[in-house]
């Protein structure tokens, strides 16, 4: 009987892994704070009734969106609402509006930045063990992006990777779980050097990168991003943890953000994408998916 236990158990655990995330972003705004509180359950279902098994919250803490109690405990009970509907949930820490200008200045000033990161999603983690129910939690991210130009220069890098492995075993003292990070390309790095920084990082830190497809902003042409997409997804040597396809267009590129949501047709192509060597598969983002305020 034991015997049989042990044999089901090893392929409940073989399906799950083969399963692997198929997860959608969704990234909290304040403006979702006006949304009815009804609605919020129909949206994380609606989520699971396309086929998604993970929904990775961007961030947890941005500015001062969600610094006060209450909108924390706003946060709190969305992410029981997307675990109720059946869905895995990978926590994002701290963002910060600010983060592209404080990653320009030295890398001795970006090195105290860092240590001042670290300690506040080291409190976000610590916070989020504590008052989610155990076991809500299979992952954290982290909102900060790795791209192919802040980080050409070796002294900035090092400063990154140091901060990335002190983040990684920090968070895993709070709860042992993967810590996911996103990374894009702008073709600032040849895609050889770019996948073996990502290698480089990834190999010192343990943290598990999922690198943007670039379809929505369109910094590259579809035939330039293959490169960059190729070089890291090397199955036999260094492979990305998984994809993050765009389903948004950018309307003004260059400018502050703006983008829509991809028409049908292509939503439904982009929907089906799969990464290669077995990886995660990311979606970005929810609200680009559906409406909050129309879904019944």
């Excluded at 699971?48 to 961007?58: A, P, S």
């Excluded at 090092?158 to 002190?166: C, D, G, I, S």
Aim: glycine share 6%.
């Amino acid at each position: 009987m034991r015997i049989l236990f042990a044999t089901l158990l090893c392929l409940l655990t073989i399906t799950v892994q083969a399963e692997g995330i198929r997860g959608i972003f969704y990234q909290p705004q304040q403006s979702d704070l006006a949304i009815p509180l009804e609605q919020w359950p129909k949206i994380f279902s609606a989520a699971k009734n396309k086929g998604f098994n993970t929904l990775v919250i961007q961030w947890t803490s941005f500015g001062d969106v969600f610094a006060s109690p209450k909108n924390q405990a706003w946060l709190k009970d969305r992410i029981i609402d997307a675990s109720q509907a059946d869905l895995k949930l990978i926590v994002g820490l701290s963002g910060d509006p600010e983060i592209f200008t404080r990653l320009k200045q030295p890398p001795t000033i970006v090195g105290s930045y860092f240590r001042k990161m670290n300690q506040a999603n080291v409190g976000l983690a610590t916070l989020w063990a504590k008052t989610l129910p155990a076991g809500t939690v299979s992952g954290w991210y982290l909102p900060l992006e790795v791209d192919d130009r802040q980080w050409r220069a070796i002294p900035a890098r090092e400063e990154l990777t140091k901060y990335l492995v002190r983040q990684v075993n920090d968070l895993n003292k709070v709860l042992p779980l993967p810590v996911y990070i996103s990374s894009f390309f702008a073709g600032n790095m040849s895609p050889e050097r770019y996948a073996a920084m990502l290698e480089n990082i990834q190999t010192q830190s343990n943290i598990h990168f999922w690198i943007q497809d670039g379809s929505g902003t369109n910094k590259l042409i579809s035939t330039e991003r293959d490169l960059y997409l190729t070089a890291v997804s090397n199955c036999a040597g260094y492979a990305a943890s998984g994809f993050i396809y765009e389903l948004f267009q950018q309307t003004h590129p260059d400018q502050v953000f703006a983008a829509k949501s991809l028409n049908p047709l292509e939503m439904n192509k982009t929907l089906q994408s799969k990464s290669p060597c077995n990886g995660d598969n990311l979606f970005f983002a929810l609200n680009y998916l559906m409406d909050f305020n129309t879904l019944k």
